[in-house]
């Protein structure tokens, strides 16, 4: 089993920066891929970025896309999500989603994804 927590979430105002923080306990090895989701309120859960457990390649939604990057710290078992330049649409529960099937190619869909984390609220003002 893996355990994943989110933190790092809050209220910014717009054009401001948040990192938000997956952290992995139980059976965790560098071998996990991650995938950032997030569901604002009415609407669907939509992928954000995503991170191979083979090569690390990186993958991002179109909308954020040169404003947030996704990044491991192996050693300590957590994945970052640095979001730059936010905007009110950005508004949303992020969560953090793991998978250990091995995979050269960044996973989007969420329904491939094995472990979730509880999510963190991110709100951005206007």
């Known amino acids: 089993q893996v355990q994943l927590v989110e933190s790092g979430g809050g209220l910014v105002q717009a054009g401001g920066s948040l990192r938000l923080s997956c952290a992995a306990s139980?059976?965790?090895?560098?071998?996990?891929?991650v995938g950032w989701f997030r569901q604002a309120p009415g609407k669907e859960r939509e992928f954000v970025a995503a991170?191979?457990?083979?090569?690390?390649?990186?993958g991002y939604a179109d909308s954020v896309k040169g404003r947030f990057t996704i990044s491991r710290d192996n050693v300590k078992n957590t994945v970052y999500l640095q979001m730059n330049s936010l905007k009110p649409e950005d508004t949303a529960v992020y969560y953090c989603a793991a998978r250990f099937q091995v995979s050269r190619s960044v996973t989007t869909n969420g329904n491939e994804y094995t472990y979730w984390g509880q999510g963190t609220q991110v709100t951005v003002s206007a």
């Open positions: 991170i191979t457990n083979i090569g690390g390649r990186t």
């Open positions: 139980g059976r965790t090895s560098s071998n996990w891929a």
